[in-house]
Structures are given as structure tokens and as C-alpha cells.
């Protein structure tokens, strides 16, 4: 999810990484906001695999400016499958062998991603429209609190919460958006979708009055309230009033929801952005249950990218690989590097399941935060970085220089270890390395 919003397991967050220097296997993170970029084509063999620009406003021009191949735009609640349909439709991204250029060929191309995040599930109801169930029904039995105290505080915020949405309409929406796509000729995914351990009810904006913080934090920005306009006003109270309650949304409901999710993926051939957090178990067993249903439309009709590598352990990775071989994972700067074991998780990914990502809301930064995570995975893996390592410049390249090496993949026993190192001996360049695996990635459904 973008990092415009709260982590679920806390109620604030940071636009910075925490750091992982602190043990001797952990490899630096790059400073994103300092970084030196490339020159502009070694960005543009680049993509984006997990961003969400619609959460802003950008004009026209500020897609124009960004230097990498494409961005693939999540959606995540019912207010943004609209949003990144027509982002998509002024972008269009058509094939993955020409660079995702923009409209009138100018700036950057986007890729459509439908979807609902495992944060906002509680707001939906797998019962028939016809037998809607009412607010009360709907949050106590999801909920399904235990103490005195919850339930007091849950029938206090039941008034400001909104009606239970039925799920089945959404889901056919997001097939016909994604078909259209798919007839319109423009790559398109499933995402933003999965499973969140730690996922609880945001606490409403409309009752906030009922937060014990409220009266604090209503004193402290007081203080600068003559100097702003109305307009900052109301602005930094929609940004700064984010808290949680104590309900989580149950794994059960979250996953009644994903299946029918991946089940649509699998019908229509499109890849999947997975999101997983504090669930490497329940993902893990997901995605297996999805391959054993589905067979060889799930193996070899789509693939799937765990964004920001979940925060996995390296052990929990390792055993996701054995089990599905169309799994990928990207890493984030502001994501991943929260993980105390991120670079040691990005060591164990194998080198043909590697994509980066920004998971950032702003595209102004995309170029920047993609390089950094870029870099990163070049540090962590020991390999070469175009631009870093070529002193005498950087030689611009096409996908057809590749030639049949982008069929090749590593290749490992019934235990999962790898039978030969192919690239033994042989420089590894993490940019052309990452462009050949999203082409990977990319072939299966509709690209």
C-alpha cells in the first residue's frame, strides 16, 4: 500500500526506511532523496511494478518528466478503479517490448491494476444484494467483539460508519474493466490485493470527537491555527487524523474476498500485485491452494509479484519458490527496507524472480525512489550497476541485444537448490537483469 497512508500495525508511519545497518549481514540502503541518477535511458529500461499515483492529483506534465519505462498504477479501494482506468486510458501502456511511453509519445506509460487492498475488506459483504445486511449486523458479526468495552465502543462508532458494500458488483465491475483493457490492446493487472495480518479498522474521521487523542491533538494544532488558511486547515487535518481501532479484519473475511479475486485473475489471464503482510503462512498457503484449483492457468497463465517482497523471511521466501514457480517479489525503499532481514530476503531471491518498485503515491519521486531500490538489490545480490560501474559512460541497448538469454532460467533439484550457477564467471547487470524479468513477468495473460 502507498506510503501515504498509515501502517495497519501502528498508527503513524514514516517516509523513511528504518535502518538495517545495525547487523553485519545487512547491506546499506541507498539515500533515495540524494541519489545520482542515470543517464535518462538506462531509467527508461526500468519499470515501475507497484506505485499509486492516483491517490494525488499530477498534472499532465508531471507524467511527461518521468524517465523510467512505465508504471504499473494499483487501485485499492471502490473511489480508484475509475481513477487508474482513465490514467491508463491517457497512457496507455501496449506491449511490453516498447518502452511505456506516455501520451503523444511523451513521458511515461501506465499499467491498470483493479483491485480492493486487504485494509478495507471490512467494508464489504459477500451477502446477496437481496438480503443486505444492516451496519450493526454486518460489524458485529465481522468484528465479533469479546469484551464489554469493544462492544461498547463498536455500537459508538457503528452510527459513522458506512453501509456494507456488496462485494459481487464490485467484482464484476473489475472484470469488465479489466476486459476492456484487454480488447482496448493496454497491459493490465489484478492489484492491489491480498492478505494483512496486522489490517484494523481505521478509526472514522466523522468520530474522531470519540478518540481519546482527539482532545490533544485538537490543543496542539491549535497553536498554529491563525496562521493557516482554510484551505491548509482542512487539509492538514485530513492528513494528520489517521488512527486505528482495536478491530482487526478477520483472515477469513480477507481471504473469502482474495479468492474471488485471484479466481477472476485466473479467468482472464492477468497477473497479480499481492500485497502480505505479518501472513507469509496464509499468503503462502493461498497461493498454493490458487495452483492446485487452477493447475496450469494459474502456473503458467498469470504470475504474481509480492509487492515489496512482504517483508518475508529469507527461509519463508525460499520455501514460496520451491512451491510456485511463477511467484515474483519487488522491493521498496520506503517497505521492504523496514524489515530488519531486508537484505538478507533480497539475497535469497532468485535472480530471475526480481522486480523493483517506488510504492510511492508521487510520481515526482518514482525516478528516484526506483534507482535507489535499484541499486539496493544491486548492493545486496554483488552485482554490477549500469551507470555505477561504467565510468565511461553507459552505451544505450534494446531488448532485442538480449537475444535468447531471456529464456533462460536457473534451473534447481527436488529440494529446491539450484543444479548450476549459469552465470558463473559472468558479470550480472541488475538493470538489464531487471528489465529481462519484467519482460518474464509480463508474458503471461494479456501482454
Known amino acids: 500500500m502507498c506510503t501515504q497512508h498509515d501502517d495497519p500495525s501502528s498508527s503513524t508511519s514514516?517516509?523513511?526506511?528504518?535502518?538495517?545497518?545495525?547487523?553485519?549481514d545487512q547491506v546499506e540502503i541507498p539515500d533515495w532523496e540524494n541519489i545520482q541518477l542515470p543517464p535518462d535511458h538506462v531509467l527508461s529500461h526500468l519499470t515501475d511494478a507497484?506505485?499509486?499515483?492516483?491517490?494525488?492529483?499530477?498534472?499532465?506534465?508531471?507524467?511527461?518528466?518521468?524517465?523510467?519505462?512505465g508504471l504499473a498504477s494499483m487501485a485499492t479501494i471502490v473511489g480508484d478503479q475509475d481513477k487508474v482506468r482513465a490514467l491508463s486510458e491517457e497512457r496507455g501502456w501496449y506491449d511490453t517490448k516498447q518502452k511505456g511511453k506516455g501520451k503523444e509519445g511523451k513521458g511515461v506509460g501506465v499499467i491498470a491494476c483493479f483491485g480492493y487492498h486487504p485494509w478495507f475488506t471490512h467494508l464489504y459483504t459477500l451477502s446477496d444484494p437481496s438480503s443486505h445486511p444492516s451496519k450493526e449486523d454486518h460489524y458485529f458479526s465481522l468484528f465479533s467483539p469479546k469484551s464489554q468495552n469493544h462492544k461498547d465502543l463498536l455500537s459508538q462508532l457503528i452510527p459513522f460508519l458506512p453501509d456494507p458494500?456488496?462485494?459481487?458488483?464490485?467484482?464484476?465491475?473489475?472484470?469488465?474493466?479489466?476486459?476492456?483493457?484487454?480488447?482496448?490492446?493496454?497491459?493490465?493487472?489484478?492489484?492491489?490485493?491480498?492478505l494483512d495480518g496486522s489490517a484494523r479498522m481505521r478509526w472514522p474521521k466523522a468520530a474522531r470527537h470519540l478518540h481519546p487523542d482527539y482532545k490533544h491533538d485538537e490543543d496542539h494544532q491549535q497553536k498554529d491555527d491563525d496562521e493557516k488558511s482554510d484551505d491548509q486547515e482542512g487539509k492538514q487535518e485530513e492528513e494528520e487524523w489517521k488512527r486505528l481501532t482495536p478491530f482487526k479484519v478477520p483472515m477469513s473475511h480477507q481471504r473469502a474476498l482474495l479468492d474471488r479475486q485471484l479466481d477472476l485473475a485466473v479467468e482472464l489471464g492477468v497477473n497479480v500485485s499481492f500485497h502480505s503482510v505479518a501472513c507469509a503462512g496464509p499468503s503462502l498457503e493461498t497461493l498454493i491452494s490458487m495452483r492446485d484449483r487452477h493447475g496450469?492457468?494459474?502456473t503458467n497463465g498469470i504470475n504474481v509479484d509480492v509487492h515489496s517482497a512482504g517483508g518475508w523471511s529469507p527461509d519463508s521466501w525460499k520455501q514460496?519458490?520451491?512451491?510456485?514457480?511463477n511467484l515474483y517479489a519487488s522491493p521498496s525503499i520506503f517497505i521492504t527496507g523496514r524489515s530488519p532481514h531486508a537484505s538478507s530476503l533480497i539475497s535469497t531471491i532468485s535472480k530471475d524472480r526480481l522486480l523493483v518498485e517506488s510504492d510511492s503515491h508521487d510520481v515526482?519521486?518514482?525516478?528516484?525512489?526506483?534507482?535507489?531500490?535499484?541499486?539496493?538489490?544491486?548492493?545486496?545480490?554483488?552485482?554490477?550497476?549500469?551507470?555505477?560501474?561504467t565510468p565511461d559512460g553507459v552505451a544505450e541497448w534494446s531488448i532485442e541485444d538480449y537475444g535468447d538469454e531471456e529464456d533462460e532460467e536457473e534451473e534447481f533439484d527436488e529440494k529446491g537448490r539450484?543444479?548450476?550457477?549459469?552465470?558463473?564467471g559472468r558479470d550480472i547487470w541488475t538493470v538489464m537483469t531487471l528489465e529481462r524479468n519484467w519482460l518474464r513477468f509480463m508474458r503471461c495473460g494479456n501482454a
Open 165 to 194: 458494500i456488496p462485494f459481487e458488483p464490485l467484482l464484476q465491475k473489475s472484470r469488465e474493466d479489466i476486459q476492456r483493457s484487454i480488447e482496448q490492446g493496454r497491459m493490465t493487472m489484478l492489484g492491489e490485493v491480498g
Open 14 to 24: 514514516s517516509s523513511q526506511p528504518r535502518s538495517t545497518n545495525d547487523k553485519k
Open 296 to 298: 496450469i492457468k494459474f
Open 418 to 424: 539450484l543444479k548450476k550457477n549459469k552465470d558463473e
Open 50 to 69: 507497484h506505485c499509486h499515483p492516483t491517490d494525488l492529483t499530477h498534472k499532465p506534465e508531471v507524467y511527461d518528466q518521468v524517465k523510467l519505462g
Open 320 to 325: 514460496a519458490e520451491r512451491n510456485l514457480l
Open 364 to 389: 515526482r519521486l518514482s525516478d528516484r525512489l526506483v534507482w535507489a531500490a535499484t541499486e539496493w538489490i544491486a548492493r545486496c545480490k554483488g552485482w554490477k550497476l549500469e551507470g555505477r560501474d
